[in-house]
T-cell receptor
Framework: GAVVSQHPSRVICKSGTSVKIECRSL??????MFWYRQFPKQSLMLMAT?????????EQGVEKDKFLINHASLTLSTLTVTSAHPEDSSFYIC?????????????FGPGTRLTVL | TQLLEQSPQFLSIQEGENLTVYCNSS?????LQWYRQEPGEGPVLLVT?????EVKKLKRLTFQFGDARKDSSLHITAAQPGDTGLYLC???????????FGAGTTVTVRA
């Protein structure tokens, strides 16, 4: 299957700093990438949809100025958590979708564990 | 996003037993996907079902998509300890390709 990578896999930062997470599709071009957040013992919650070359669309309740998303190419999307606080500590997962057909599947990255002290 | 109800939330069985996980919604999905997730890792796609009434088999796993494309089930035959994990169903919206995830079923298979 298609491979999606994330970097870093773990990050610990101080409160008030910004953290950038990268999501790459390694062997296919992703027209759309999605960013999710997962808290312990919970399911995945969609944060935003990222389309190459256009602005991301955010789910209700997700602050776009806090979670900056850039989808500069068909293989790379980045999520920057600005002025991170302890409540932003979570498991962030991206997924990538190859095309626009309903038969295209989403492939997930391995996730990034963010801990804000 | 559309609501997907997944049940049961937890399932603990003995090796060799069978189990079924259910995923139900009042909404119609263009496709439904089943994932398995290990702690600290991203979800891994098991199967995608697209056609109403579709049945797919993956070794000891059988996936079914309801005729109306609103519900699905995952059945594991003769479960093994290696089947232990978090199973997630997710329905795809045909308009924006967003996935709505169920709450997940934590399956534990005891040796």
């Amino acid at each position: 299957g298609a491979v999606v990578s994330q970097h870093p896999s773990r990050v610990i930062c101080k409160s008030g700093t910004s953290v950038k997470i990268e999501c790459r599709s390694l062997d296919f071009q992703a027209t759309t990438m999605f960013w999710y957040r997962q808290f312990p013992k919970q399911s995945l919650m969609l944060m935003a949809t990222s389309n190459e070359g256009s602005k991301a669309t955010y789910e209700q309740g997700v602050e776009k100025d806090k979670f900056l998303i850039n989808h500069a190419s068909l293989t790379l999307s980045t999520l920057t958590v600005t002025s991170a606080h302890p409540e932003d500590s979570s498991f962030y997962i991206c997924s990538a979708r190859e095309g626009l057909s309903s038969y295209n599947e989403q492939f997930f990255g391995p996730g990034t564990r963010l801990t804000v002290l | 996003t559309q609501l997907l109800e997944q049940s049961p939330q937890f399932l603990s069985i003995q090796e060799g037993e069978n189990l079924t996980v259910y995923c139900n919604s009042s909404s119609v999905f263009s496709s439904l996907q089943w994932y398995r997730q290990e702690p600290g890792e991203g979800p891994v796609l098991l199967v995608t079902v697209v056609t109403g009434g579709e049945v797919k088999k993956l070794k000891r796993l059988t996936f079914q998509f309801g005729d109306a494309r609103k519900d699905s089930s995952l059945h594991i035959t003769a479960a093994q300890p290696g089947d232990t994990g978090l199973y997630l169903c997710a329905g795809e919206d045909s308009n924006d390709y967003k996935l709505s995830f169920g709450a997940g079923t934590t399956v534990t298979v005891r040796a």
